[in-house]
C-alpha cells in the first residue's frame, strides 16, 4: 500500500514564510497576504473557503500543503465553568489547553511541550518527563481551534511545558499573536511563563514586549534546589536581577508565581527572603494554592489563613501580592496537573489512588 503523502501545515508560518511558500509556487506576491488572513484572520481549514485565490493556486498549494488547522480532540467542563481541551500532537502524544472565563476576559492556557524537561517536583507535567517539543503550528493551533477562539483576550504560555525552552517556536507564535497579518494583537494580552532560564529570557525580553511570569515557589536557593533542579544552573535571584534590568513600570507587567506549601514555604522568613530577592517596587507576586498531584505525599497546600497572613506581611512592606483564585481542580485543569490525559485517564488515576488508600 502507498503511503500518504505527508503535508506541511502553513498555520505557523509568519508572513515571510508563507511568500517563500507562494513565490516556489509561482503564485502573485500578495497570495501570502491572503492565506495569513483566511488562516489567521477567518480560521479556515481548507484552501476551498479561500475564494480569492485562484482555483489553480489553490490546486498548486493543496499539492504539498495543508492549512493545518486541527480541533481537540475531546474536552472536559469544570464545576466553575473552566475547559480543558487535548490536542492529538503526534507519536502517541497529547497535551492540554485551559480556557477560564471570567466577567471581563476570556483567557486560554496554551501548552508549548510534550511533557517537560526541568522535572520540577510538585508539577504532574515535569514528572511524566519529556517527550519533544512543540512545533509553531501544533502551539498556535490551540489557539485558533479551541471552540471560544473568537472570544479570547489573553494568552498564557502556562501550560505543558517550559517555553523558554522552546523558545524559537515560542517567538514566531508570539509574532503571529501580535503583528497585523496575524492575529493583531497587543503584546500586552500575551503572558510567558518561566522558571527561569536566563540566556532565553534576555532574548525574550529584548525582541518581544509581553508580560512575564517567574516561578519562583522558594527564594531561599538550597530548598528552591530541592523542589526546583534548574535552580542548579540558574539562581533564582540571579534570574531576576536580570529582568531588573528592563522595564516593567509601565504597561509591561513582570510577576512572580508563589506555590505555597504549608510549613514549607510559608511562614515569614520566607516572606522576607521573597521579598529581598525582588528587583523593585513593580514586580507583582501571585500566590497559589498547591493542587496535589499522585505520586507527591510530602507536599499539602497552605491554609487560607497563612496564605492571608502572607500576603497582608509583603502588602505591609510594599509589595503588590495576591491570592490568585484557582480554577478547574476538579478536572485536572489548574496549575501544576497538566498531562495531556483525556478523561478515562483521569478516572483511572483517581480509581488506582482509591486501590492505594484501601491498602
Excluded at 65 to 89: A, H, Q
Excluded at 156 to 185: H, S
Aim: proline share 4%; aromatic share 8%; charged share 30%.
Amino acid at each position: 500500500m502507498e503511503n500518504k503523502k505527508q503535508l506541511k501545515p502553513l498555520a505557523g508560518m509568519t508572513l515571510y514564510e508563507l511568500r517563500e511558500v507562494t513565490e516556489s509556487l509561482g503564485l502573485p506576491k500578495f497570495t501570502a497576504t491572503q492565506l495569513a488572513q483566511w488562516i489567521y484572520g477567518k480560521r479556515v481549514r481548507s484552501f476551498d473557503e479561500m475564494l480569492n485565490i485562484s482555483k489553480s493556486g489553490r490546486e498548486k498549494l493543496a499539492e504539498d500543503y495543508c492549512v493545518g488547522l486541527n480541533y481537540p480532540t475531546s474536552r472536559v467542563v469544570s464545576e466553575d465553568g473552566t475547559e480543558k481541551y487535548l490536542f492529538n500532537v503526534g507519536d502517541g502524544q497529547a497535551v492540554e489547553s485551559v480556557y477560564i472565563p471570567e466577567e471581563d476576559r476570556a483567557t486560554l492556557c496554551i501548552s508549548s511541550q510534550k511533557g517537560c524537561r526541568m522535572n520540577c517536583y510538585f508539577c504532574m507535567t515535569g514528572r511524566q518527563g519529556f517527550h519533544g517539543n512543540l512545533t509553531a503550528n501544533q502551539i498556535i493551533n490551540q489557539v485558533l481551534s479551541v471552540p471560544h477562539s473568537d472570544q479570547l483576550t489573553n494568552v498564557v504560555f502556562m501550560g505543558m511545558g517550559e517555553p523558554l525552552d522552546n523558545l524559537e517556536p515560542v517567538l514566531k507564535v508570539i509574532e503571529i499573536l501580535t503583528e497585523k497579518w496575524g492575529l493583531g494583537w497587543s503584546p500586552k494580552r500575551i503572558t510567558v511563563s518561566t522558571v527561569g532560564k536566563k540566556p532565553e529570557l534576555k532574548t525574550l525580553c529584548e525582541r518581544t514586549s509581553v508580560h512575564i511570569a517567574v516561578s519562583v515557589h522558594n527564594a531561599v536557593p538550597e530548598e528552591r534546589q530541592s523542589l526546583m533542579p534548574i535552580e542548579k544552573i540558574y539562581h533564582i535571584k540571579d534570574v531576576l536581577d536580570l529582568l531588573g534590568r528592563y522595564d516593567f513600570a509601565h504597561q509591561r507587567r513582570l510577576s512572580v508565581e508563589y506555590i505555597m506549601w504549608n510549613w514549607f514555604n510559608d511562614d515569614i522568613k520566607h516572606a522576607e527572603a521573597l521579598r529581598d530577592i525582588l528587583p523593585n517596587e513593580h514586580v507583582r507576586v501571585n500566590l497559589i494554592r498547591y493542587h496535589m498531584i499522585p505520586d507527591v505525599p510530602k507536599l499539602r497546600t497552605s491554609s487560607d489563613e497563612r496564605m492571608a497572613y502572607f500576603r497582608d506581611y509583603l502588602n505591609s512592606k510594599g509589595v503588590i501580592c495576591t491570592i490568585r483564585r484557582s480554577r478547574g481542580e476538579d478536572v485536572q485543569a489548574a496549575c501544576g496537573m497538566l498531562a495531556g490525559k483525556v478523561k478515562k485517564d483521569v478516572e483511572k488515576d483517581k480509581e488506582k489512588e482509591k486501590n492505594k488508600a484501601k491498602k
